[in-house]
């Protein structure tokens, strides 16, 4: 089978989609990241093949924190930022999207798109309430799956009002509610209703939000989420098949508009995923701005560099080079 790879390499989840060349979904897969990126890559690929058996690899692009460093591990054609990836993804499936509501593990995106153009985008900078992993510590505290969280959300008569502009202050609000006697449904319910307030006044602020509006990212497995905006938004919000891998789709597509007219992919094959690789950091002290430069390595060879300003040692990130240290 012929097809089109996309990794996206988050903080928490690293997801790898196998997209078939007419641009459907053939399968996907969602791995903890768990601070081992490399790892986490090697082990999807491997269920890939495991799962699909043998496939001719078109293209394959990458996305994410992860994506440089996935980039020249797998031999990537594209490699993009999470905007574009996500916004690529929303619009393959619905041509006609205005606005993408994306969280995820660890940030929130909104990406404002008109006529196919990304005209505006927003991401949260300084706190972490109302992404993913704020509400994986709060069902865990609460003794709760995070899979009922939404249900039992949906489920409140009168939602309480919780804070939710600080994560911390958010916790406090919600144990000072629980021990007030609120119902744990009327709790969850009014989080979901605070995190929407602080995204859409956050990330959202002085953004315009047109329909048809796509929710997307891990969140919007979250029932009481996905009513919440719909409650602040007063218009339908769609959750596409595959909210939670959207990104990884926008990186194969990606990686399918590279390769448009070129015979061969850069992936280094599935093979050469068995190897070895170490990453080392050092401060280039060769001027004021003291770059500090990642390097990874297979057995003895540098297969590429970046984090340089000037492109003094991410000059080879593309070729693989002998090994030297740094001057």
């Known amino acids: 089978m012929e097809v089109y790879l996309g990794i996206d390499v988050g903080s928490v989840s690293t997801?790898?989609?196998?997209?078939?060349?007419?641009?459907n979904v053939a399968d996907s897969l969602y791995i903890r990241t768990q601070g081992r990126p490399i790892e986490a890559v090697q082990q999807g690929l491997r269920e890939v093949v495991d799962r699909l058996g043998e496939l001719t690899v078109l293209?394959?692009?990458?996305?994410g924190s992860g994506r440089y460093l996935t980039g020249m591990v797998v031999g990537a054609d594209s490699v993009k930022?999470?905007?574009?990836?996500?916004?690529?993804?929303?619009?393959?499936?619905?041509?006609?999207?205005?606005?993408?509501l994306e969280i995820g593990g660890q940030d929130s995106k909104l990406i404002s798109i008109d006529n196919?153009?990304?005209?505006?985008?927003?991401?949260?900078?300084?706190?972490?309430?109302?992404?993913?992993?704020?509400?994986?510590?709060?069902?865990?505290?609460?003794n709760i799956p995070i899979d009922q969280f939404g249900d039992i959300a949906l489920t409140a008569v009168a939602p309480v009002r919780i804070a939710g502009r600080c994560?911390?202050?958010?916790?406090?609000?919600?144990?000072?509610?629980?021990?007030?006697?609120?119902?744990?449904?009327?709790?969850?319910?009014?989080?979901?209703?605070?995190?929407?307030r602080n995204y859409l006044s956050n990330v959202g602020k002085g953004k315009r939000l047109d329909g048809p509006v796509l929710f997307q990212g891990g969140v919007a497995a979250n029932k009481g989420m996905h009513r919440a905006f719909e409650?602040?938004?007063?218009?339908?919000?769609?959750?596409?098949?595959?909210?939670?891998?959207?990104?990884?789709?926008?990186?194969?597509?990606?990686?399918?508009?590279?390769?448009?007219?070129?015979?061969?992919?850069?992936?280094?094959?599935?093979t050469a995923l068995q190897a070895l690789y170490t990453t080392r950091s050092f401060e280039c002290s060769g001027c004021a701005n003291l770059c500090e430069v990642v390097e990874l390595k297979?057995?003895?060879?540098?297969?590429?560099?970046?984090?340089d300003r000037c492109g003094k040692w991410s000059q080879n990130a593309i070729h693989a080079v002998k090994v030297s240290a740094p001057a």
């Open 116 to 142: 196919g153009v990304v005209t505006d985008f927003a991401m949260n900078t300084v706190c972490a309430a109302g992404t993913g992993s704020f509400l994986d510590q709060q069902a865990a505290r609460l």
């Open 59 to 63: 293209g394959l692009g990458t996305t």
């Open 15 to 23: 997801n790898i989609v196998v997209l078939t060349a007419t641009g």
């Open 81 to 100: 930022n999470e905007i574009t990836a996500h916004a690529l993804a929303a619009m393959h499936v619905m041509p006609d999207v205005k606005t993408v």
């Open 298 to 307: 297979s057995d003895a060879l540098v297969l590429g560099r970046w984090g």
């Open 231 to 270: 409650e602040a938004l007063k218009c339908p919000v769609v959750i596409p098949p595959h909210f939670n891998v959207m990104g990884a789709i926008g990186a194969a597509l990606s990686a399918r508009e590279e390769m448009a007219g070129k015979d061969s992919s850069s992936f280094r094959g599935f």
């Open 167 to 196: 994560a911390v202050f958010a916790e406090s609000d919600m144990i000072h509610k629980q021990q007030t006697g609120h119902s744990m449904a009327d709790i969850l319910s009014g989080l979901c209703q605070a995190l929407v």
